[in-house]
């Protein structure tokens, strides 16, 4: 089983729509966070949280809220999709530390037509 | 923040050496170089980390120079396989909410037969 599962895998939707996606995690870890990456680009930070009750805005958090239900959970919403929200989404999680990796799950490939 | 510069992409062959090169010219003292390969669809992987000098782990080895304003990440007798976008990252762990990682496009590296 993996140790960063995301759902749905891919997820067509129309603008104006409200979508969540959602990450669970069996790592134990702490610190999770939601990336978007567009075709040929790097991944941008959306949100982040360090805890249960530490939420943290990225670079691109306009249009996106999130909600971290317990340790493993974490998930990304889209209150009202449009177009330009259409990319690939990847959860990650990271165990702090002085030498900090992040894993990732599968991403998300979400369409808003 | 330490922005990075890699190439674009990268072309090489079965069974040789890949050394791919990455400029951080306003790393800070804190600073960690992590490196992650990401296959198409897939979350990126985390590959290597270092701080100085050199490291080495079973799948790469990561150079840094005196200064740190570089490093190279090889790829010891690559195969097709190998074929991914690497991304170089610089950063530290911060232990509070002022998270900041960027990535950037990454380096495209094409084996050949």
């Known amino acids: 089983d993996a140790d960063v599962t995301q759902t749905p895998r891919n997820r067509i939707t129309k603008t104006g729509k409200r979508i969540m996606l959602e990450c669970s995690q069996t790592?134990?870890?702490?610190?999770m966070y939601w990336y978007r990456q567009d075709p040929g680009l790097g991944l941008r930070l959306i949100y982040y949280?360090?805890?249960?009750?530490?939420?943290n805005k990225g670079e691109i958090s306009d249009g996106y809220s999130v909600s971290r239900q317990a340790q493993a959970k974490f998930s990304l919403s889209l209150e009202s999709a449009i177009p330009n929200q259409t990319a690939l989404y990847f959860c990650?999680?990271?165990?702090?530390?002085?030498?900090?990796?992040?894993?990732f799950g599968s991403g998300t490939q979400l369409s808003v037509l | 923040l330490a922005k990075t510069t890699q190439p674009i992409s990268m072309d090489s062959y079965e069974g040789q050496e890949v050394n791919i090169t990455c400029s951080h010219n306003?790393?800070?003292?804190?600073?960690?170089i992590t490196w992650y390969q990401q296959f198409p669809s897939q979350g990126p992987r985390f590959i290597i980390q270092?701080?100085?000098?050199?490291v080495t782990n079973e799948v790469a080895s990561l150079f840094i120079p005196a200064d740190r304003k570089s490093s190279t990440l090889s790829l010891p007798r690559v195969s097709l396989s190998d074929t991914a976008v690497y991304y170089c990252?610089?950063?530290?762990?911060?232990?509070?909410?002022?998270?900041?990682?960027?990535w950037g496009a990454g380096t495209k590296l094409i084996i050949k037969p």
């Open positions: 990650a999680t990271s165990d702090p530390g002085r030498l900090e990796k992040l894993f």
């Open positions: 790592k134990g870890h702490d610190r």
């Open positions: 949280s360090f805890d249960v009750k530490d939420i």
């Open positions: 306003n790393i800070a003292t804190n600073d960690y």
């Open positions: 270092g701080y100085k000098t050199k």
């Open positions: 990252l610089v950063g530290e762990d911060r232990m509070d909410s002022n998270y900041q990682l960027i």
